[in-house]
């Protein structure tokens, strides 16, 4: 029973991990929290063993928008909707040690595409992350 309950495990692992892996071909996908993971499990001779892995938040985003990415037809158009946007300053020391203060750009808001399903049109949203 144990044999079966592990290999189920990995099997469901192993699904979770295809959500978030590839590179998508219409939309930019913010996954640089994701690849930090990787890269730090990779330091200590691991890998991550599935959804639990990651962050939640991080995890979620980036499987829902390669989800909307396959799904959706570039042929009759994404759009990004842009919600809120806000500039923000920052400050950071230079190689001197010196604060400079500089600006940073936020922003949040959604794609918009269209899939073809069977002579008929669906409406897809998929969530953007903040960049």
């Known amino acids: 029973m144990t044999a079966e309950i592990n290999e189920l495990q990995q099997r469901e692992r192993q699904l979770e991990l295809k959500k978030i892996a590839g590179t998508p071909k219409?939309?930019?996908?913010?996954e640089r929290t994701l690849e930090?993971?990787?890269?730090?499990?990779?330091?200590?001779g691991m890998s991550p063993e599935g959804e639990k892995s990651y962050p939640q938040?991080?995890?979620h985003l980036v499987s829902k928008q390669k989800k909307f990415d396959a799904l959706v037809d570039p042929k009759l158009g994404i759009r990004k909707i842009i919600e809120t946007m806000v500039r923000q300053p920052i400050t950071i020391f230079n190689k001197q040690g010196k604060p400079e203060v500089k600006d940073a750009l936020y922003y949040n808001g959604y794609y918009?595409?269209?899939?073809?399903?069977?002579?008929?049109?669906?409406v897809l949203h998929g969530i953007s992350s903040v960049t």
């Not at 219409?26 to 913010?30: P, R, V, W, Y």
């Open 57 to 59: 938040e991080d995890y």
């Open 36 to 44: 930090a993971y990787k890269d730090e499990y990779a330091k200590k």
């Open 26 to 30: 219409n939309i930019k996908i913010n």
């Open 112 to 122: 918009y595409g269209m899939i073809i399903v069977v002579d008929m049109v669906a």
